[in-house]
């Protein structure tokens, strides 16, 4: 039946739309990231702000939790398109649609597991290391300094 009403919609001329985010409509409300936050944790599953491995990965990053935001991916779905801050996903492959250095691993259970998976998130701190250090100068020098 909705193909019959699809066609006459069709052909009386009328606009049929379709809601990018219906979740809003069932009472979700839109997410915004507080002012102190400088990075976003993007998972299915949040981890444990007390979990070894993420303190020391944000302790690297120059962070504290507190200045963490965790969200999963249909909540960043509801940030405003203009935000604009560094993220990290877990386990999480596509990229956000959010403007900032974005970060990727596995989940903290198989990356503490993983070597390769820690080399490969420590060369991404270092390759957008201007994005978390910016008045650090740290990238400013050469290995000749």
Not at 24 to 35: I, N, Y
Not at 81 to 89: F, G, L, V
Request: include cysteine; aromatic fraction near 6%.
């Amino acid at each position: 039946m909705a193909s019959k009403r699809d066609w006459l919609l069709q052909q009386l001329g009328i606009t049929q739309w379709t809601l990018r985010r219906p979740g809003v409509l069932q009472g979700e409300v839109a997410v915004s990231v507080p002012p102190n936050v400088r990075l976003l944790v993007v998972a299915q599953a949040l981890p444990d702000q007390h979990d070894p491995l993420f303190c020391d990965v944000l302790r690297s990053l120059g962070l504290t939790a507190s200045q963490t935001y965790g969200l999963t991916p249909d909540q960043v779905a509801m940030l405003p398109q203009d935000t604009e801050c560094n993220s990290w996903r877990l386990g999480v492959t596509e990229p956000l649609a959010v403007a900032g250095a974005q970060l990727h691993s596995p989940v903290l259970a198989e990356l503490s597991q993983d070597a390769g998976a820690k080399r490969a998130l420590w060369q991404q701190i270092c390759h957008h290391e201007q994005h978390f250090y910016p008045d650090s100068g740290r990238s400013g020098h050469s290995l000749q300094d």
